[in-house]
């Protein structure tokens, strides 16, 4: 059957969508794939269809059995031969399978790359007529990958062992050096990828610095009474008082993550999925294999661990392509417990500097004036102008000339022998008379009160950005104090320009105007 037909026939769709047509000729005519496209955008159909057009049987590789099961069951329903290879199988079904496979009775095959990989399993595979074999989530197989999967790292010998059989490898994530990982291990050509568009122009971008996260959180809130979202934090605790919190509020508040017991993990997602208005509150353990499309928010109260990683998590709003909001808060904080990460990390020195580069191309997009849609999918080789559904879009953050103030920080920073908090170091570049100053005879510096010309919340806001520039580092082991990084070091010497962004005037809370 053509493959339009059957895109009508078992899905009952009237036209590809995007790249899908390209793809599904490319793949029909035995060629190799590499599909890059975001979620939600169609990447099963691109494998589905040319294993049912060309004979033998499509070997998908997924890394979850969940998912596995969903797409099994919709495509049997189709009416498709589908099954999944699941290594728990009861050794009667199990050889029942074997059967229909080596019999050339079934379309399509689902495997965990685990199972796989076991003992015996691709010597059963020799003697199949394969048509096709999908690799997806293939940057799990990346090292760079914030997904990474070492067993996935093993699929490379599926290129060898079945060398006339079309390649092909899918994802949604992947930034230049994740697709060449991929694009090498599967031994793909260049010339084989297909990479569709990373715009979601549905997904509203805002990134602001943590000021009161509770009440910036309480304040996005406010604007999505009555929908579903999810709430990002770094730690298993974290996510459980924030869910306690808003549900003393009166929001419908789950927590979810790695640490619950299963039984409460699944009943929360439950939950969430059939829910009209549940906020879930989690760490990154809840992602893959969400599949709920009307999720109208997606806030982040801490950094995620990188672009990829930001745009994977607010993307998990709006696949229903309605109007969907996010919002990220970050602090000097995370950006020195981000960096501690990496730092102590038992890594090579090669991935930890490419840590480290994921790390400053993270704060780019939060220190950015320029709009977040242009900074997010230049990250992803996309070009795009300034959207108008972002927060610098719609208020272009105002900038000064820094270069000054940032003299005077780090040689305050300097002066007081790198080892002050940022609290401490803003006192005496305001000249604040106070004992302890007085004690440590910083009163009598050249530094101290040659900070006059901004007030309090103005240093702090120029001390965090120095941080996040990487200019000054913050010892968290210790007790917060700042040093001055390799980079502020050349800024001393080579004194460039710097621009810097204002504050936000300070927010008010509970009716009360906060003190500056
Ligand atoms: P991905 O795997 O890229 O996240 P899916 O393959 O799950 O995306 O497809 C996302 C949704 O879009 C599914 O509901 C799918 O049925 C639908 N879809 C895919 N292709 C088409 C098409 N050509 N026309 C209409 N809907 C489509
Ligand atoms: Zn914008």
Not at 174 to 198: C, K, M, V, Y
Not at 334 to 358: C, G, H, N, T, Y
């Amino acid at each position: 059957m053509p493959a339009l037909e059957i895109l009508k026939t078992v899905y009952g769709y009237d036209a590809f969508r995007g790249p899908q047509a390209d793809i599904v000729a490319h793949v029909i005519a035995g060629n190799n794939a590499f599909v890059l496209m975001p979620t939600g955008g169609g990447k099963s159909l691109c494998y589905q269809i040319p294993a049912m057009v060309r004979p033998g049987m499509g070997l998908v590789v997924s890394p979850l059995l969940a998912l596995m099961a969903d797409q099994v069951a919709a495509l049997r329903q189709a009416g498709v031969r589908a099954a999944a290879l699941n290594s728990d199988l009861p050794g009667d079904e199990r050889r029942a399978l074997w059967r229909a496979i080596h019999g050339g009775d079934l379309d399509l095959l689902y495997v965990a790359p685990e199972t796989l990989l076991r003992p015996g399993v691709l010597e059963q595979l020799d003697g199949v007529r394969l048509s096709l074999i999908a690799i997806d989530e293939a940057h799990c197989l990346s090292q760079w990958g914030h997904d990474f999967r070492p067993s996935y790292r093993q699929l490379d010998a599926l290129a060898e062992r079945f060398a006339g059989t079309p390649r092909m490898a899918l994802t949604a994530t992947a930034d230049e050096p994740t697709r060449q990982e991929i694009l090498s291990h599967l031994d793909i050509d260049e010339a084989d990828a297909f990479i569709a568009g990373f715009d979601r122009p549905n997904i509203r971008y805002a990134i602001e610095e943590k000021d009161n996260p509770r009440a910036q959180l309480k304040d996005f809130l406010k604007r999505h009474e009555g929908e579903s979202g999810i709430v990002y934090c770094l730690s298993k605790r974290k996510t459980e008082e924030t869910a306690a919190w808003l549900q003393g509020l009166g929001y419908d508040a789950l927590a979810y993550h790695a640490g619950m017991d299963k039984a409460a993990r699944e009943a929360n997602q439950a939950r969430f999925q059939r829910g009209e208005a549940v906020v879930m509150v989690a760490t990154i353990a809840f992602g893959m294999g969400i599949d709920k499309p009307d999720v109208r928010f997606v806030a982040h109260l801490d950094l995620p661990g990188s672009i990829e990683a930001y745009y994977q998590e607010t993307g998990r709003a709006g696949r229903d392509g309605l109007p969907s909001d996010t919002l990220m808060l970050y602090g000097s904080e995370d950006v020195a417990l981000r960096s501690r990460f990496i730092e102590e990390s038992d890594a090579p020195e090669q991935r930890k500097r490419m840590e480290r580069q994921k790390l400053d191309a993270l704060l780019g997009l939060a220190e950015t004036a320029d709009c977040r849609r242009r900074v997010l999918l230049s990250y992803f080789g996309d070009h795009a102008g300034p959207c108008g559904n972002c927060d610098t879009c719609a208020e272009p953050p105002k900038l000064f000339d820094g270069g000054i103030a940032a003299q005077k920080a780090l040689s305050c920073i300097y002066r007081t022998g790198e080892r002050f908090g940022q609290a401490y170091v803003v006192d005496v570049l305001l000249g604040v008379e106070n004992e302890r100053i007085a004690q440590f005879g910083h009163d009598r510096i050249s530094t101290f009160g040659i900070g006059r010309e901004h007030d309090n919340r103005t240093w702090r806001a120029i001390l965090r950005q120095l941080i996040t520039l990487r200019l000054v580092e913050v010892d968290l082991a210790g007790h917060g104090g700042l040093s001055i990084a390799p980079a502020g070091r050349d800024f001393l010497r080579d004194k460039p320009a710097l621009m810097l962004r204002v504050p936000p005037p300070p927010r008010a809370r509970r009716g009360k105007v906060a003190r500056g």
